[in-house]
């Protein structure tokens, strides 16, 4: 791996521990799309 995506990984695993709300903004997501 290079240092750049263990950087980037890093931030996502940070991120990824705030999961529920990660999952319902993705839903959300999902759902304006399945709108449009």
Known sequence: MNRR???????????VRNRTRVE???????RAWLMV
């Open 5 to 15: 995506w263990k950087e980037i990984w890093a931030r996502w695993s940070r991120q």
């Open 24 to 30: 319902e903004e993705a839903r959300a997501a999902m």
